[in-house]
Structure formats: C-alpha cells, structure tokens
C-alpha cells in the first residue's frame, strides 16, 4: 500500500513553525486544520494505518488514553483534534523519535492535552497504576520473531518486528493499564488474527468491533482494525470492509470521508 504524503505548504507562521523543526527534519500540514506533524524522512514515517486507527477507534468525551510506541506523534495529536476533552499519555522508547513527537505536540499547542513520555511503555503500569486508563491505541509491530527480513534502519526494524516486546506483551500491559469495559484499539495483520484473539482473550480483553482493511475491492485484506473491551461479554460486531483505493488508483470516496474525519490529509506532491 501506498504511504500517505501530506500537503506541505509555506504560511506566514513558517517562522514559528521552524522554532521546532531540526534542520534533517520536514513540516507537513494536515490540510483542512492547523495541526502540523514534523517528520524525519530518513527514519520511520507513520502510514495510513496510524490514520485509519485514530479514526476507527471509539472516543468518548474525557477519555484519558495511553498509546504505546507514538512515533511521530500523528495518533494522538488527531484524536486531539477530535475530541478536545481527551487527555493522552503517548510512550515512545526511542529518545529522538520522542523528541520530535514532543515537538509536534508544542508546535499545535496541544501540550495540555498530550504528554510524549521517553519511556518503556512496559513501565507504563508502573508509573500510572493498574486501571488508569479508558482507552488504549496500539499498532504493534507486525512481523513475528524470527520472521522476515529485519531492516537495517534501526527505528523501521524496532517498529515492524518484535525486537524487544512480544505480541503477548503487549497485550499483557494493555489489560493491566485499562479500566473494567476500556477499550483497547489495534491495527493488525489479519494474518496474525487467529493468534491475536486468543492472546486477548487470554488477558481478559474481548474482540468486538472488527474491520477488514483492503487496497482494493478484488484483492484480499492486508489490514485489520480490531477493538476490544476489558471484561466483556462475547459478541463479536464484523462492521463493512474498508477499502483504500478505487481501480483507478484515486481513494474511495469513503477513505476520503475518513481523512476529513481525522483532519483530511492530502497527499504532497
């Protein structure tokens, strides 16, 4: 699939902006809104897939959330954008990546609402307490241990492999850091779905909100959106597939309603 590009665009307040950029670094605007996400394009840049999660997943006023592994910042700094009663706590192991992610976060003003913590988030229990959050947002890394082509580029390998923290691990601190009926959000491989259900029911958290993400309507999904809720009854909802691209190659016109919904990218040129 296609990575997302955003529109980037030179504005009177081009001189503010740049307080916060490092000279390695670019500005790109989500259009339709003020919000600015900085990125570095020789390391990991988030894709579609952090779109369609702060879209997908349900937000409910004051929630206070916990993302783990925020990278640019792009997760929270949305749902902000959605709901301005949400407060996030966003974890990033990387120093560097978390610098920028704090930075974006001061440059839209959101510092009231977001926290970018240089932190395992393994330690995330440790540092708020079992049951401190509504809401948990997770993109885990999708490749298995031992499986696939490792990237040389260390921040593309620790985001696409499980390097350090396993599916299990994951899932683990999620149950421990929600409320009873919080909900955990996550982008997947469906490849994987057989084995992530059985983790989370494992760890008291039941699958109910699932969706199909697909490039093109003839063409199997390589995404999925999964949502479940701590100490839950069992009832599974399959809501309708999301597909990407017309066979043109232009986005659907529903992906184009999920970009004005989380501030609608454009994508550079």
Not at 39 to 53: E, I, R, T
Not at 147 to 160: M, V, Y
Not at 207 to 223: D, T, V
Request: aromatic content about 8%.
């Amino acid at each position: 699939m296609r990575r997302i590009r955003l529109e980037r665009e030179i504005t009177p307040n081009r001189v503010r902006m740049d307080m916060y950029r490092k000279e390695h670094e670019r500005i790109d605007l989500l259009s339709d809104c003020d919000a600015m996400i900085l990125q570095d394009p020789h390391s990991f840049c988030f894709g579609m897939d952090a779109v369609l999660l702060s879209y997908f997943s349900t937000l409910k006023a004051h929630d206070h959330i916990c993302e783990f592994g925020t990278g640019t910042g792009i997760v929270p700094i949305i749902l902000s954008r959605r709901n301005p009663t949400i407060r996030a706590i966003a974890f990033e192991i990387q120093k560097d990546t978390a610098n920028m992610a704090h930075r974006s976060v001061l440059m839209n003003g959101f510092q009231h609402q977001i926290s970018i913590l240089h932190e395992d988030f393994c330690r995330a229990e440790e540092l708020f307490g079992p049951g401190s959050f509504d809401l948990v947002i997770a993109n885990p890394p999708y490749g298995a241990r031992g499986q696939g082509l490792i990237n040389p580029i260390q921040e593309k390998a620790l985001a696409r492999h499980e390097l350090t923290v396993s599916l299990e691990q994951w899932l683990f601190v999620a149950s421990r850091l929600l409320k009873t009926k919080g909900r955990l959000a996550m982008v997947y491989k469906p490849q994987r779905l057989p084995e992530l259900i059985v983790l989370l029911k494992k760890h008291r958290l039941e699958p109910k909100r699932l969706i199909f993400i697909q490039s093109f309507a003839r063409q199997e999904p390589h995404l999925i959106f999964l949502e479940s809720v701590k100490d839950a009854g069992s009832e599974l909802r399959v809501e309708p597939t999301c597909i990407i691209y017309e066979d043109n190659g232009s986005y659907t016109k529903e992906l184009l309603n999920i970009y004005k919904g989380a501030g609608r990218f454009e994508r550079r040129t």
